[in-house]
T-cell receptor
């Protein structure tokens, strides 16, 4: 079955460490997205990619980086510059960018040790 | 003011009750989405609509473009409907703008 796989489900980071969250899709979708979810807040867009080898900053890109070397993969790195990284991170994809229904992964919960 | 407002924030219902969740938005849109987030965190897209009404099983979504308002209805609610329901609208940049969600708990 096609879908989005995020790993790991839970991740712990020490202060000053970079960590990378994995997102893989086998839906053959062009567009992929990373969102951050905090308690009591709506999802906020970190980065998105409309096509391979292209990505754009979203609303809260500071302290994060991404790459899109393959259509199926859109990893997110949370760098030490992100001062408040504890959150739930969701990856999504859609056939094309803009207005399409998005398919979501099950998320990764990141916590600071 | 948030661009997408949902009400209520929390909703508790008895099994079998008819449930309505509301979404109001202040931006021009071409489509509105209703999503369901399970307790484990995964999100499923329920509806994408730009006018009128859509129905899927016991779920019905309506939208009034002139009033910038949408509703999600659940008929004959069941404990398995317990989840967070999220409204999102398509912004002018092609992105989605999300509401904060409505947490629904259906008691047996």
């Amino acid at each position: 079955d096609g879908g989005i796989t995020q790993s790991p489900k839970y991740l712990f980071r020490k202060e000053g460490q970079n960590v990378t969250l994995s997102c893989e899709q086998n839906l053959n979708h062009d567009a992929m997205y990373w969102y951050r979810q905090d308690p009591g807040q709506g999802l906020r867009l970190i980065y998105y990619s409309q096509i391979v080898n292209d990505f754009q900053k979203g609303d809260i890109a500071e302290g994060y980086s991404v790459s899109r070397e393959k259509k199926e993969s859109f990893p997110l790195t949370v760098t030490s510059a992100q001062k408040n990284p504890t959150a739930f991170y969701l990856c999504a994809s859609s056939i094309r960018y803009s207005q399409q229904p998005q398919h979501f992964g099950d998320g990764t919960r990141l916590s600071i040790l | 003011k948030n661009e997408v407002e949902q009400s209520p924030q929390n909703l508790t219902a008895q099994e079998g009750e008819f449930i309505t969740i509301n979404c109001s938005y202040s931006v021009g849109i071409s489509a509105l989405h209703w999503l369901q987030q399970h307790p484990g965190g995964g999100i499923v897209s329920l509806f994408m609509l730009s006018s009128g009404k859509k129905k899927h099983g016991r779920l019905i979504a309506t939208i009034n473009i002139q009033e910038k308002h949408s509703s999600l209805h659940i008929t004959a609610s069941h404990p398995r409907d317990s989840a967070v329901y999220i409204c999102a609208v398509g912004g002018s940049q092609g992105n989605l703008i999300f509401g904060k969600g409505t947490k629904l708990s259906v008691k047996p």
